[in-house]
């Protein structure tokens, strides 16, 4: 019997279906893997296209793919029409954005893994299989990096990496090693599927809805799960990696801002559901040591020469007040 999803008072989207006792650490061994890809708009359809073509050159494949089309009747038809070979072509059946599109995904899927590539990213022929290594007794989800991959080919240079959040992707400042994290990227994460009966799944108040800059609904989730189920890890994986293309829209310092000032909002959300110090625990860190370090590494740039490090040190500065200012808006205002 294929699981569901429903609507619980609190926004947060539960699973329904065959009652299920809690799985608490140790985990069995998965042997299963679903992947799922949310999809919203026609203008990315190449890069759809060849995000699945990516998990059938994968050395461990998926057992089953889904493409969960939001809310796009036109993409959506599309779709069915065109993907064949066992994929499954969804409509979003929860609120258009993101995290109900990945919770329509999750309700259908099958795998005892439940992994998840953005429509605009590639995932390299072993990310699956580096996941999936880490799978240990005690671990409930597993992430990997997200390289950017930028329209010209070449990093703008005015844009820190330190920053490189913004575009989607993992940061400079991240560990280079595979270590437990507090939260996932979402580009290239992925969760036990039983963990969603245990504690729910994706915040439907929360993350991007089209193309409006908002997040953090899995950072929401990877707390959720930490404090759900004591004793187990998540696990960040530096090979597992995914090649997440930038959008040239996202090339602007415009953006840069607007997805900065969105940040903040999205992270005034989590501190109001997880409580402050859970949700702001890694961005003490991030902003007391590799954001300072960033602007160091500028600075001594410019002495060699590279003009284009006092333009990244500057936005350091710029990116962390426009975050800042999203989140002390957005407390002042009391949105949730």
Not at 311 to 325: Q, W
């Amino acid at each position: 019997m294929d699981e569901r999803l429903m609507e619980a008072p609190d926004g947060v989207e539960r699973v329904s279906g065959p009652r299920i006792q809690p799985h608490h650490p140790p985990f069995e061994a998965p042997t299963t893997v679903t992947v799922v890809i949310c999809a919203y708009t026609e203008l990315r359809w190449d890069s759809l296209v060849d995000a699945v073509d990516s998990l059938h050159v994968q050395r461990r494949p998926p057992e089953q793919i889904l493409i969960v089309i939001d809310h796009n009747n036109g993409l959506l038809r599309r779709a069915e029409s065109s993907f064949r070979g066992g994929i499954e072509v969804l409509a979003n059946s929860g609120p258009k954005g993101l995290s109900g599109a990945r919770n329509t995904g999750v309700g259908r899927s099958r795998g005892d893994i439940v992994a998840f590539l953005d429509d605009d990213a590639e995932a390299d022929p072993g990310w699956l299989e580096a996941l999936l290594a880490q799978y240990l007794p005690h671990v409930a989800g597993v992430g990997g990096v997200a390289l950017p991959v930028w329209p010209t080919g070449r990093r703008p240079r005015w844009f820190p990496p330190e920053f490189d959040w913004v575009v989607g992707c993992s940061y400079l400042g991240l560990p280079t090693t595979v270590t437990p994290q507090r939260n996932l990227i979402g580009a290239a994460m992925s969760f036990r599927r039983v963990v969603f009966n245990e504690v729910g799944s994706f915040d439907t108040a929360m993350g991007r809805i089209g193309s409006t800059p908002l997040g953090c609904e899995e950072t929401e989730f990877s707390l959720r799960v930490r404090r759900s189920l004591v004793g187990t890890e998540l696990v960040h994986v530096p090979l597992a990696i995914v090649q997440h293309h930038v959008g040239r829209e996202r090339e602007s310092i415009k953006y840069f801002l607007r997805r900065c000032y969105a940040e903040g909002i999205s992270k005034a959300a989590v501190a109001q559901r997880a409580g402050r110090e859970q949700a702001l625990s890694s961005e003490r860190h991030y902003a007391l040591s590799t954001l300072p370090r960033g602007v160091l590494v500028g600075l001594r740039e410019v002495l060699r020469g590279d003009l284009g490090g006092l333009a990244r040190s500057t936005m350091i500065a710029v990116g962390l007040l426009a975050t800042t200012a999203g989140f002390v808006a957005s407390r002042a205002l009391g949105n949730p």
